[in-house]
T-cell receptor, first 114, second 110 residues
Framework: EAGVVQSPRYKIIEKKQPVAFWCNPI?????LYWYLQNLGQGPELLIR????????DSQLPKDRFSAERLKGVDSTLKIQPAELGDSAVYLC????????????FGPGTRLTVT | KQEVTQIPAALSVPEGENLVLNCSFT??????LQWFRQDPGKGLTSLLL?????REQTSGRLNASLDKSSGRSTLYIAASQPGDSATYLC?????????FGAGTTVTVRA
């Protein structure tokens, strides 16, 4: 069974530029999560999808961040414009919608904003 | 708000020694607790998941215990190997949200 796929793995951009991250979850997983992980810290949830619906986006900075999951499978997270403080690892995870809700993570995208 | 703490932040042991990693959380009304492993530059790999009704879970050399009433979980790794060197994170689930600790970085010296 293929795991969670993310691309790109690494991205270096200048501040004020836009950037997008892509995630393909495990087949059959209805729930998809985007996390932000700063160096030396645990991941923090940005947004959670149930199929194509964003059911928890309370931690997503909506002035510059947006996300979509149009067909309830793949998802894209976008930042526009990027700031220096956005440098971090962006992780995507997926799980089944029924218990125990074990989450499986992708390899992440390491973003560096210069 | 759930707060998850992992102490120590870093640990170095000689090969063969048993590892004991601690995790504490403030809100005991959890659904389950997961232990993850993270290698440098990589994503998180799930090691063990303990349901709130369970006291422990085992997989090979790994054993995780859960004391929900005191807000604690412990991950034991028996007979450590250099390949066990990584950062170990615990995460607790309340409702639909997973709250993570900052992790314990383990170095196993050959």
């Amino acid at each position: 069974e293929a795991g969670v796929v993310q691309s790109p793995r690494y991205k270096i951009i200048e501040k004020k530029q836009p950037v997008a991250f892509w995630c393909n979850p495990i087949s059959g997983h209805n729930t998809l999560y985007w996390y932000l992980q700063n160096l030396g810290q645990g991941p923090e949830l940005l947004i959670r999808y149930e199929n194509e619906e964003a059911v928890d986006d309370s931690q997503l900075p909506k002035d510059r961040f947006s996300a979509e999951r149009l067909k309830g499978v793949d998802s894209t997270l976008k930042i526009q414009p990027a700031e220096l403080g956005d440098s971090a690892v962006y992780l995507c995870a997926s799980s089944l919608r029924t218990g125990p809700y074990e989450q499986y993570f992708g390899p992440g995208t390491r973003l560096t904003v210069t | 708000k759930q707060e998850v703490t992992q102490i120590p932040a870093a640990l170095s042991v000689p090969e063969g020694e048993n590892l004991v990693l601690n995790c504490s959380f403030t809100d005991s009304a959890i659904y389950n607790l997961q232990w993850f492993r993270q290698d440098p530059g990589k994503g998180l790999t799930s090691l063990l998941l303990i349901q709130s009704s369970q006291r422990e879970q085992t997989s090979g050399r790994l054993n995780a215990s859960l004391d929900k009433s005191s807000g604690r979980s412990t991950l034991y790794i028996a007979a450590s190997q250099p390949g066990d060197s990584a950062t170990y994170l615990c995460a607790v689930r309340n409702d639909y949200k997973l709250s993570f600790g900052a992790g314990t970085t383990v170095t196993v010296r050959a």
